[in-house]
């Protein structure tokens, strides 16, 4: 079979086109707004490439909106980069890239050359535009080390380039460079590696979405879905380095253990959907109690910690004040009773081997404040008498 031209193209119409019908059925309608707008992408493309291969009456709007469509799947794709690697540059250029190619590609239709240079030098500048913010250094993200990229940047690159040199030629050359449907090096090299473009396309989007994929499996696997605070897995993990940057700078770091009272008599009374509302009020007051650097944990069904770097022996003691003023308000409110709770706190040791050596004693000192009547703060054995030292000092 002899691949010509015009073949190539038609073979990128039907690649572009699977290519939007395969990604909702691969992808799905998930949470993900990138993956949404990849899928957006895809579906402009081959709706672009079809308008502009049709033949047909009213060739000059159709082929206007066709590029404008091309143009906007660039953006679309840009967005989705954005989403997965987030803080990238050219927002406004992208913004603007589909109004300025369509419109000049509609206003010079009637001139060969000029329509081919506008289209041709436009798109591969924004596809220059897409590659270098995919070179830009990952920060944060979703995705931890994306290779995917790489796929992006090497074949959008050089489709991009081969788009400015048409350009080139069609301003250059205008009687002497053919149109796509005529045998041409430059426009047979532009057409796979359009094809090209499609397939490295597609790989990268399916490995970007099961990278963001895989990374919000980490994430559940870490937080409360009833809070969303750390789970008691994420605490024990994170507590390593706060244990040690405590340690090498030989700071002190405190542990706040805190347990609601009387949450049996709350599901008993009211229900359950109401003990559950309970522990998410009683979250995210504690989230918005804690200072910048503390970590807060469900710990299990009703106990809670934070943890809390660099923090002196007023700390937990202040912290439990600003908890109980927030849920003296909060609660009667949302919830249409007051909620209490009892804790205990203790200090990190140079004996203690990890967190659960320092958890055990402010458990110790929170099982002490049940007994003594609940409703009330206790420290380990000792704190209370160097507290006292410190707010006399």
């Known amino acids: ?160 380039l081969l788009n400015l040199a048409r350009a080139y030629l069609a301003g250059a050359e205008p009687t002497q460079f053919p149109r796509f449907d005529v045998e041409h090096p430059l426009n047979m090299a532009f057409a796979v590696m359009a094809n090209v473009c499609v397939v490295t396309a597609a790989m990268a989007i399916l490995v970007a979405w099961r990278g963001e994929s895989e990374a919000e499996l980490r994430r559940l696997s870490q937080v409360d879905a009833a809070t969303g605070l ?17 340690r090498r700078y030989n700071e002190p770091l405190m542990l706040l ?56 022996l007023v700390g937990p003691p202040a912290l439990d004040r600003r908890l109980r003023d927030a849920l003296a308000v909060a609660a009667p409110s949302v919830l249409g009773f007051a909620l209490g709770y009892s804790a205990g706190w203790g200090k990190l040791r140079s004996g203690d081997r990890n967190v659960e050596d320092l958890l055990r004693r402010a458990e110790a000192a929170l099982y002490a404040a049940k007994r003594q009547g609940r409703d009330r703060l206790c420290a380990e054995p000792g704190l209370e008498a160097e507290l006292s030292v410190a707010a006399s000092a």
């Not at 987030?86 to 109004?99: D, V």
């Not at 959907?273 to 807060?296: H, N, S």
């Open 1 to 160: 079979m002899r691949f010509d031209v015009p073949t190539l193209f038609s073979l990128l119409l039907v690649q572009s086109t699977a290519l939007a019908l395969l990604l909702p059925v691969l992808l799905g309608w998930c949470d993900s707004r990138a993956a949404r707008l990849a899928q957006g992408s895809a579906a402009a493309q081959a709706a672009g490439w079809a308008l502009l291969l049709l033949p047909g009456d009213g060739q000059r709007w159709l082929a206007t909106v066709a590029l404008a469509l091309l143009s906007g799947s660039l953006t679309m794709l840009w967005m989705a980069v954005d989403r997965w690697l987030p803080g990238r540059l050219g927002r406004w250029l992208q913004w603007a890239m589909p109004a300025i190619v369509a419109i000049g590609y509609g206003l010079g239709h009637d001139h060969d050359a000029f329509r081919l240079a506008w289209s041709n030098g436009w798109l591969g500048l924004q596809l220059l535009a897409l590659c270098g913010s995919l070179l830009q250094r990952v920060k944060h993200g979703p995705i931890g080390h994306p290779r995917w990229r790489w796929l992006l940047i090497v074949s959008l690159g050089l489709l991009g």
């Open 230 to 246: 750390a789970n008691r897995r994420a605490f024990q993990q994170r507590s390593v380095d706060m244990i040690s940057m405590a």
């Open 257 to 312: 253990v805190m347990d609601l009272d009387g949450l049996k008599a709350i599901n008993a009374q009211h229900g359950d959907a109401t003990g559950d509302a309970a522990i998410a009020l009683f979250g995210r007051c504690l989230d918005e109690q804690k200072r910048l650097g503390d970590l807060v944990a469900r710990l299990d069904g009703q106990r809670f910690a934070v943890l809390m770097a660099r923090s002196d």
